[in-house]
């Protein structure tokens, strides 16, 4: 294989969806299953996802959750239940019609989401007061079949994602548990993936079909497509009624339950390789990295080897004891320059080399991958990587805020707006709280109303469709 | 409800399968879902399971076994490929025909194990001596359609379970790697879950269809049936060559690679709750607690308990600071009667009870829930609950030791093995190594030959069945 074929052979710039797909399958984070739509991941994707995975599930578990399990099989009748709800993912259902050579009455949905599931023995688990706010959250995969072509984490038939169900006894108890999540899933995002997020409601029309309102997290990707991050919802009592979810109170009166559900998906992962990624391949925060800091020795005889390589391995061990997540490359059939590019591919946070010369010296060199920058290391300040893993994860985060603020216009007029939309990227612009204009908007444009910040409640302006008064300011964007 | 309803109403002696089922949904481990075989985790349930793959990630890492993600569906052309393989599946698969309106041309397959799909992508994966070995480990659930009853954790159509698949590219390898994981498992089984194991091989009639050969675990329950705890097969070529599994060697010869695959269910759940629980419900060994401790602060009156809460707060915050899962039942409308026989019931390993005559005393009360003793603790040496912990997570090993030791029988002649097998238990039998023998027992008894001992090869005595020279000391028993 020449080195062509195993590096990016397209610019992010010039084939920003060639780009993606290379570099998804090139850093080996994943690869396509034999059936159209399905993914699977190899180590590299999948130890992203779990580092995200163990975050999560720390700061769920200090806000009272727990995980559970639900199996993937729900019957037709149960996912009816809801109608809303059901015609909203109906086309998308993969169906299950015969076990071994039987046909199976009521057909069996493979989960597209697993409300009707979960409230179904909700149910049957709360009786009282006592038994609430319940709050349990799922890790598992949905099943929705996707017709247009595959896209590695952003368009698949099955996706990795956490579903999270919660009751609670009061409206405000439930409200507030929305937008906690919705808080732990802007910290997560942008202190683990260096990710800068716009958090806010989505429009009624935008919103899940199941609930009384949406609340979202939004990223611009470098492409000037929006994608959503994540959603947490407020289900009001739009299942507890059907599915009969009820608790009897102190003075044992029965009361429907308020609800909340919400999901973050391995969308992420499609999002930091967007944002992050460059042309020599995949660049990983240090937080989730698999492998934080490669060392790579340099030597050209046997003799220049047994100086350099115990002190590779010294340097390893003292890492390792930071717990840093370090390897050493000790294969001895590659030249460094395929081990610099091979590492650079797959997006290692910081490169050490040690070459005879640096021994003398006692000091290494540190490629720092995101922003290409060398310095040298005395070999007594090694363990200062630990801060040098910091401020990466900073300023990737630093350095994606600025990529974002480019990405995000104003725009003050309709005629602008539509001369500008092509370019992509975030336009704040008012609107009227109409969803005809919504509509024709995107009707002509493509572009749709990502999420309405929270703080952009704003009537000194006029629609930018209708010229009415202003109810806010939204987020309009064409998405992923 | 009454305190009947609430606790387990038959005893583990008399209605062993009754008493089973009381406990999983009375300790709240697990439920039906609404689909006929199916189950869903509830947090107590799901957290023993977190427990278990976190020990085993981390030893499988250690090895060097990484996790990736594999999709649910797999194409029936696909499944077909190694022909033996899938004949022994194909009653059990559950079939998805069509997604939304459409129907699907290639039927696709609900996951029963992953060979087919993991080697399709490992032919791809792998091109030389230096991609090998390959070791991936897939944290997912099985789907075999069950006709008989469900029976949780025991015998459902979808189970959470690993399975690991290895690629080596010699032999000695790959058989080594089956030894090495045989001994991860039995050693998790037995350092987490108390459980004793025996390990060996299976026969040729009990083996994994796909395999060269099996190497199992297998426990014995209080009811005298047998358990298969875990299976680690040797899969030599037979996937690799229908599979192209190839790799290239250092002077470019290609050959066909070697293979394992291996994997444990959360049955390892319901062996933990047959063995170790009693008449007042589940018994969870101290290391895959969700609880460990739970503290039941005594009262009868506002001043007493003014006294004594502050006490358990702080016993409490002290054990959290030793790392110790701690709860603080603090519910004020229960009594401390109601609260002591309800974490009886969920199995919560030590209780603390805090009265004012305590407080006076300057000690607590310990109640040990798998022996039922009864101690009292200092305060200054609250913290050595730590080393009693320990103490009780290899006092629940040698008891199971014991009780597995009484269920486990030589017998002489096939005369006497007809007389005890209804008795159940592990039976240590002499065998010929003739399938025929071994068909006629299962025949005749229902028992099989769970395990062949890795040290039972023994030719010094006859055949119980036929009387013809022994070949090995395999266990026979009525299984699960």
Chains 1, 2 share one sequence.
Not at 86 to 94: K, L, M
Not at 291 to 298: D, H, L, S, W
Not at 445 to 455: E, G, K, L, Q, Y
């Amino acid at each position: 294989m020449s080195k062509e074929d195993i590096g990016i052979t397209v610019s992010k710039e010039d084939d920003f969806s060639e780009w993606y797909t290379q570099v998804v399958l090139k850093a080996k984070l994943a690869d396509y299953a034999p059936v159209k739509g399905l993914i699977v991941l190899r180590p590299d994707g999948y130890s992203v996802w779990e580092s995200l995975r163990n975050t999560f599930d720390q700061k769920f578990f200090k806000n009272g959750i727990r995980n559970g399990f639900l199996p993937v099989l729900i019957p037709e009748s149960l996912l009816g239940k809801e109608k809303k709800h059901f015609a909203g993912f109906n086309p998308e259902v993969f169906w299950v019609t015969h076990s071994g050579e039987n046909e199976i009455g009521d057909r069996l949905a493979l989960r597209p989401t697993s409300e009707t599931l979960a409230y179904t023995l909700y149910s049957k688990w709360i009786q009282s007061w006592r038994d609430l706010p319940l709050k349990i959250n799922f890790w598992n995969t949905a099943l929705r079949a996707e017709i247009k072509a595959t896209k590695p984490f952003l368009r698949t038939s099955e996706f990795l994602w956490q579903e999270g169900h919660t009751v609670h006894a009061t409206k405000e108890e439930a409200e507030e548990e929305v937008m906690k999540i919705l808080e732990i899933y802007k910290n997560t995002v942008e202190d683990e993936l260096a990710i800068p997020v716009v958090i806010g409601k989505k429009s009624e029309k935008e919103k899940f079909v199941g609930a009384v309102y949406t609340t979202t997290m939004e990223s611009i990707m470098p492409d000037g497509k929006a994608l959503q991050m994540g959603t947490s919802h407020f289900l009001g009592q739009n299942f507890s009624i059907p599915f009969e979810v009820k608790f009897a109170d102190k003075d044992n009166v029965e009361h429907f339950a308020w609800q909340t559900s919400w999901g973050v998906s391995w969308r992420l992962i499609g999002a930091m390789i967007m944002i992050h990624g460059d042309n020599k391949g995949l660049v990983l925060p240090p937080k989730v990295a698999p492998i934080q800091v490669v060392i790579v020795p340099i030597y050209n005889s046997e003799e220049t080897k047994k100086k350099v390589i115990p002190k590779a391995i010294e340097i390893q061990e003292e890492l390792a004891s930071e717990n840093i997540r370090v390897h050493f490359d000790d294969r001895d059939e590659l030249t460094p320059g395929y081990k610099f590019n091979d590492w650079e591919l797959k997006g290692v946070p910081i490169r050490i080399e040690i070459g005879p010369k640096d021994i003398e010296k006692q000091s290494a060199l540190i490629a720092k991958r995101y922003n290409k920058e060398k310095t040298s290391i005395q070999f007594d300040k090694i363990k200062n990587i630990v801060s040098i893993l910091d401020e990466i994860q900073k300023q990737m985060l630093e350095s994606a805020k600025i990529q974002s603020g480019k990405n995000t216009k104003k725009v003050d007029s309709y005629a602008e707006f539509k001369s500008k939309i092509s370019e992509g990227g975030f336009f704040n612009a008012y609107w009227c709280g109409n969803q005809e204009c919504e509509e024709k908007i995107k009707e002509e444009t493509s572009a749709d109303i990502r999420v309405i910040p929270f703080d952009s409640e704003d009537t000194s302006g006029k629609c930018m469709y209708c010229q009415k008064q202003s109810m806010c300011k939204p987020v309009f964007a064409r998405g992923y």
